[in-house]
T-cell receptor, first 113, second 114 residues
Framework: GENVEQHPSTLSVQEGDSAVIKCTYS??????FPWYKQELGKGPQLIID?????GEKKDQRIAVTLNKTAKHFSLHITETQPEDSAVYFC????????????FGSGTQLTVLP | DAGVTQSPTHLIKTRGQQVTLRCSPK?????VSWYQQALGQGPQFIFQ???????QRGNFPDRFSGHQFPNYSSELNVNALLLGDSALYLC?????????????FGSGTRLTVV
């Protein structure tokens, strides 16, 4: 089955700086890669996603890049703000009949004012 | 448009008891997946239901079972509760269409086993 590894587990940045979180996946059949933000006491909220036929996607201060050959994808947050502080999860969805979303272990992002 | 709703939000049970958690999917979605999220970890896939049948199952024992109703809502049942079953249980709904990828998560049910 799919295995998703996520680094780093914790990340502290100064307000206004950029943050980068990296994930690798193992199953070449995975074709959809979402990123979720989870705040305390809440469920994961989708912040951006990318499909395997695209190399990069951007939405305002958030961007995701995908390298299918290397099987890794990254989340980039620019101009970080205190409200960006949360746990971020990457995930991979395997195509075909066995469609299942597999998550990374999460990154606790802290934006220091 | 209501998203995914889960009930109850919190639950405390004793070891050996049984528990039922409920989930109503987002309008228009036909598939429900359940995840277990232990403290400080990523969500782990339990199983997925479509057309009232279990389509896939993760690495969880038979103590974990589920059901999907004709209106697409779903229940997760856990028998013979163990202390290690304490976790946040998340329900996610989606559309089983090869061109549809979005998963919408509920806020979860926090289960504490004492």
């Amino acid at each position: 089955g799919e295995n998703v590894e996520q680094h780093p587990s914790t990340l502290s940045v100064q307000e206004g700086d950029s943050a980068v979180i990296k994930c690798t996946y193992s199953d070449s059949a995975s074709n959809y890669f979402p990123w979720y933000k989870q705040e305390l006491g809440k469920g994961p909220q989708l912040i951006i996603d990318i499909r395997s036929n695209v190399g990069e996607k951007k939405d305002q201060r958030i961007a995701v890049t995908l390298n299918k050959t290397a099987k890794h994808f990254s989340l980039h947050i620019t101009e970080t703000q205190p409200e960006d502080s949360a746990v971020y999860f990457c995930a991979a969805l395997t195509s075909g009949s066995a469609r299942q979303l597999t998550f990374g272990s999460g990154t606790q992002l802290t934006v220091l004012p | 448009d209501a998203g995914v709703t889960q009930s109850p939000t919190h639950l405390i049970k004793t070891r050996g008891q049984q528990v039922t958690l409920r989930c109503s999917p987002k309008s228009g979605h036909d598939t429900v997946s359940w995840y277990q999220q232990a403290l400080g970890q990523g969500p782990q896939f339990i199983f997925q239901y479509y057309e009232e049948e279990e389509r896939q199952r993760g690495n969880f024992p038979d103590r974990f079972s589920g059901h999907q109703f004709p209106n697409y809502s779903s229940e997760l049942n856990v028998n013979a509760l163990l202390l290690g079953d304490s976790a946040l249980y998340l329900c996610a709904s989606s559309l089983l269409d090869r061109d549809s990828y979005g998963y919408t998560f509920g806020s979860g049910t926090r289960l504490t086993v004492v």
